[in-house]
């Protein structure tokens, strides 16, 4: 009875320290298993939890498909973008769509740009979320 307690004390503390992020896809049906892909990728980080689920809800901060290679007026070439809200924006391009989302994710966890790992500013496809990348999360 004693290790059972422990163990739901454990869970606890472990749920209240770990920030869950809830993000809604609107775009094609078929990109749901890729944002899941890229969610799962910062999942394997201790100090967040990130679900997708499809289509546009309230109160959730929306991942949006845009045809072209353009997003809200950046730059040609450019693949997604988050805004301040941690609203995300993006493109099919050649950069997978779960490597431009994996990214993007990092932007609305708070993360800007850095050297290394899925938040470098120039991704060719193949970056995953790395242990620096989980780092930088407890330095938001
Ligand atoms: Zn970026």
Same mark, same amino acid.
């Given at each position: 009875?004693?290790?059972?307690?422990?163990?739901?004390?454990?869970?606890?503390?472990?749920?209240?320290?770990?920030? *869950?992020?809830?993000?809604?896809?609107?775009?094609?049906? *078929?990109?749901?298993?890729?944002?899941?892909?890229?969610?799962?990728?910062?999942?394997?980080?201790?100090?967040?939890?990130?679900?997708?689920?499809?289509?546009?809800?309230?109160?959730?901060?929306?991942?949006?498909?845009?045809?072209?290679?353009?997003?809200?007026?950046?730059?040609?070439?450019?693949?997604?973008?988050?805004?301040?809200?941690?609203?995300?924006?993006?493109?099919?391009?050649?950069?997978?769509?779960?490597?431009?989302?994996?990214?993007?994710?990092?932007?609305?966890?708070?993360?800007?740009?850095?050297?290394?790992?899925?938040?470098?500013?120039?991704?060719?496809?193949?970056?995953?979320?790395?242990?620096?990348?989980?780092?930088?999360?407890?330095?938001?």
């Amino acid at each position: 009875m004693k290790q059972l307690l422990l163990l739901a004390l454990l869970t606890l503390v472990g749920c209240a320290s770990r920030g *869950e992020y809830d993000f809604a896809l609107v775009g094609p049906a *078929e990109d749901l298993a890729q944002a899941q892909v890229a969610a799962d990728m910062w999942n394997g980080c201790q100090s967040v939890h990130v679900t997708v689920s499809y289509g546009a809800q309230p109160g959730k901060q929306t991942i949006t498909f845009q045809e072209g290679d353009t997003v809200k007026g950046q730059a040609e070439g450019t693949r997604g973008y988050t805004d301040e809200r941690g609203n995300i924006t993006y493109v099919h391009v050649d950069t997978p769509v779960t490597t431009i989302l994996a990214h993007e994710f990092g932007h609305a966890l708070g993360l800007d740009h850095r050297k290394d790992g899925i938040m470098r500013p120039t991704l060719r496809g193949g970056e995953t979320v790395t242990g620096n990348d989980c780092a930088a999360l407890d330095g938001r």
